[in-house]
């Protein structure tokens, strides 16, 4: 079994993304010697440099010298260079669910998992615990806005993670307590079909002990499947939702405005007091209820839980104001599915319902966009106006018959969509034809949210 030591020289292949950023500070954090390589250099590389990381723009054979372990990204072909170096040198290389048990190894590990919603729900958790005392160490999938961070090593015994199910990660967890926030199909590059994704939850789900417990929303029916397997064994379970009145914690009377959503918490019928959330949307009422239970399993009362959530600050990219210019409010989110979309558009509608709304959307790879193809020409039906740029390959190679310029013909019934050919030309758009008061939504999980940037630039009334 891999065994880690302080002291070992870690090298990342992909360094700068999300989940092996976030790696790499854990393994700074605990004194290890940490490298990577990315293709680009960005904020998160030049802030790992800061902490002690050595980071290589570009890939090359020799950044792998003197490595006693090789991680590499999900993204990562098996013959990328370094790959390649690794093991002509005889350096072992390990992708993330044969690294995370022994990086977690004697903690209590906290595991958030689900298509839609695990970044925000972990950082909930995290936000928590920090506020309790309780000092755990976390990896979040975004930087969180009361850390300035998405990773950190705490004193305590706990550690809260992020459960990605790209390229089975979750599966290298052992989590004492696993949070299922829904089950929906995602990544058709690696989940061919929707029965694939949900049998991958459900081998992360059994792998909680019967000593642990599951909390899974009841609203959702492919958590709902996983929640009832387990009972079925009799082992430990709770529920959460909005909707199913039948749930042990439940969320009723919601309640919207401009700078913050209530919600009443009853947890077996018996009301435990109210929430506040600077957050917008029900998903985010769903992700704190969620939250609220597992600071419950680890001591902390609803009522700390709830003083908490209210200081929350959300995470990076989701759902995060980026700045006002005449009245125009620039809203940017990781939303790269259907489903985050039409979430996120009924969430600004819901807390402006006076404003326009605009969504800057950024498809991602060619095989989401023709695998919900028809999923996406429905998703901006509350949209005022769409405005699509070109796809985001990210690990793909383009597809024939799949663009950007074909979603637009295709959506030729929606009131207002049209196609942006670069960020430049995007933002041109926005300045020439937006009126306030307006929310102009980027939806994004590649590089889309520089088009805030682009927008606000050069102008002092930017928050």
Same mark, same amino acid.
């Given at each position: 079994?891999?065994?880690?030591?302080?002291?070992?020289?870690?090298?990342?292949?992909?360094?700068?993304?999300?989940?092996?950023?976030?790696?790499?500070?854990?393994?700074?954090?605990?004194?290890?010697? +940490?490298?990577?390589?990315?293709?680009? @250099?960005?904020?998160?590389?030049?802030?790992?440099?800061?902490?002690?990381?050595?980071?290589?723009?570009?890939?090359?054979?020799?950044?792998?010298?003197?490595?006693?372990? =090789?991680?590499? $990204?999900?993204?990562?072909?098996?013959?990328?260079?370094?790959?390649?170096?690794?093991?002509?040198?005889?350096?072992?290389?390990?992708? %993330?669910?044969?690294?995370?048990?022994?990086?977690?190894?004697?903690?209590?590990?906290?595991?958030?998992?689900?298509?839609?919603?695990?970044?925000?729900?972990?950082?909930?958790?995290?936000?928590? *615990?920090?506020?309790?005392?309780?000092?755990? $160490?976390?990896?979040?999938?975004?930087?969180?806005?009361?850390?300035?961070?998405?990773?950190?090593?705490?004193?305590?015994?706990?550690?809260?993670?992020?459960?990605?199910?790209?390229?089975?990660?979750?599966?290298?967890?052992?989590?004492?307590?696993? =949070?299922?926030?829904? =089950?929906?199909?995602?990544?058709?590059?690696?989940?061919?079909?929707?029965?694939?994704?949900?049998? /991958?939850?459900?081998?992360?789900?059994?792998?909680?002990?019967?000593?642990?417990?599951? !909390?899974?929303?009841?609203?959702?029916?492919?958590?709902?499947?996983?929640?009832?397997?387990?009972?079925?064994?009799?082992?430990?379970?709770?529920?959460?939702?909005?909707?199913?009145?039948?749930?042990?914690?439940?969320?009723?009377?919601?309640?919207?405005?401009?700078?913050?959503?209530?919600? %009443?918490?009853?947890?077996?019928?018996?009301?435990?007091?109210?929430?506040?959330?600077?957050?917008?949307?029900?998903?985010?009422?769903?992700?704190? &209820?969620?939250?609220?239970?597992?600071?419950? &399993?680890?001591?902390?009362?609803?009522?700390?839980?709830? /003083?908490?959530?209210?200081?929350?600050?959300?995470?990076?990219?989701?759902?995060?104001?980026?700045?006002?210019?005449? #009245? !125009?409010?620039?809203?940017?989110?990781?939303?790269?599915?259907?489903?985050?979309?039409? !979430?996120?558009?009924?969430?600004? %509608?819901?807390?402006?319902?006076?404003?326009?709304?605009? +969504?800057?959307?950024? @498809?991602?790879?060619?095989?989401?966009?023709?695998?919900?193809?028809?999923?996406?020409?429905?998703?901006? #039906?509350?949209?005022?106006? =769409?405005?699509?740029?070109?796809?985001?390959? /990210?690990?793909? #190679? @383009?597809? @024939?018959?799949?663009? $950007?310029?074909?979603?637009?013909? $295709?959506?030729?019934?929606?009131?207002?969509?049209?196609?942006?050919?670069?960020?430049?030309?995007?933002?041109?758009? *926005?300045?020439?034809?937006?009126?306030?008061?307006?929310?102009?939504?980027?939806?994004?999980?590649? #590089?889309?949210?520089?088009?805030?940037?682009?927008?606000?630039?050069?102008?002092?009334?930017?928050?």
């Amino acid at each position: 079994m891999l065994k880690l030591r302080p002291g070992q020289h870690i090298h990342l292949i992909g360094i700068g993304g999300a989940g092996l950023s976030a790696i790499a500070r854990i393994l700074l954090q605990r004194g290890f010697i +940490v490298s990577g390589s990315d293709l680009r @250099p960005s904020g998160i590389t030049a802030a790992l440099q800061d902490e002690g990381a050595r980071v290589y723009r570009g890939h090359h054979a020799d950044f792998v010298d003197g490595a006693d372990l =090789v991680l590499m $990204s999900s993204a990562v072909a098996a013959e990328h260079a370094e790959a390649r170096a690794a093991r002509s040198k005889g350096i072992p290389i390990v992708k %993330r669910n044969q690294f995370m048990a022994p990086l977690l190894e004697g903690h209590r590990t906290i595991a958030v998992a689900g298509t839609h919603g695990k970044t925000t729900t972990t950082a909930m958790i995290a936000h928590i *615990l920090r506020q309790a005392g309780e000092d755990p $160490s976390y990896i979040v999938g975004g930087t969180m806005g009361n850390t300035g961070t998405n990773a950190g090593v705490g004193a305590g015994q706990i550690f809260v993670i992020e459960a990605d199910e790209y390229d089975n990660m979750f599966h290298g967890l052992r989590p004492q307590i696993a =949070v299922v926030t829904n =089950v929906e199909h995602d990544h058709p590059d690696y989940f061919a079909t929707a029965e694939d994704q949900f049998s /991958a939850f459900a081998k992360f789900a059994e792998l909680v002990p019967a000593s642990g417990a599951l !909390v899974a929303c009841s609203d959702d029916s492919g958590a709902l499947n996983l929640l009832n397997m387990r009972k079925e064994r009799g082992l430990s379970a709770a529920s959460y939702a909005i909707d199913d009145a039948s749930a042990d914690w439940r969320a009723t009377e919601l309640l919207f405005s401009e700078n913050e959503t209530r919600a %009443r918490i009853f947890r077996h019928g018996i009301f435990l007091g109210s929430l506040v959330l600077g957050l917008p949307g029900a998903h985010n009422v769903l992700n704190a &209820l969620a939250a609220a239970i597992v600071a419950e &399993l680890q001591g902390v009362g609803f009522e700390e839980s709830a /003083a908490a959530l209210a200081s929350f600050k959300g995470a990076e990219r989701r759902f995060e104001i980026r700045g006002i210019r005449d #009245d !125009v409010i620039i809203v940017d989110d990781y939303a790269h599915h259907p489903t985050e979309i039409r !979430v996120n558009i009924q969430a600004a %509608r819901a807390r402006y319902p006076r404003h326009r709304i605009w +969504v800057i959307w950024q @498809p991602h790879t060619f095989s989401r966009t023709r695998e919900f193809w028809s999923d996406f020409l429905s998703a901006f #039906d509350a949209a005022d106006h =769409v405005l699509i740029t070109p796809i985001y390959a /990210a690990r793909e #190679d @383009p597809i @024939p018959g799949i663009s $950007s310029p074909m979603l637009v013909e $295709s959506m030729a019934a929606h009131p207002s969509a049209r196609f942006a050919p670069d960020f430049e030309d995007a933002v041109a758009c *926005l300045r020439r034809d937006i009126a306030g008061p307006t929310v102009a939504l980027i939806c994004s999980a590649g #590089d889309a949210n520089r088009i805030a940037d682009l927008y606000l630039e050069a102008d002092d009334r930017q928050i």
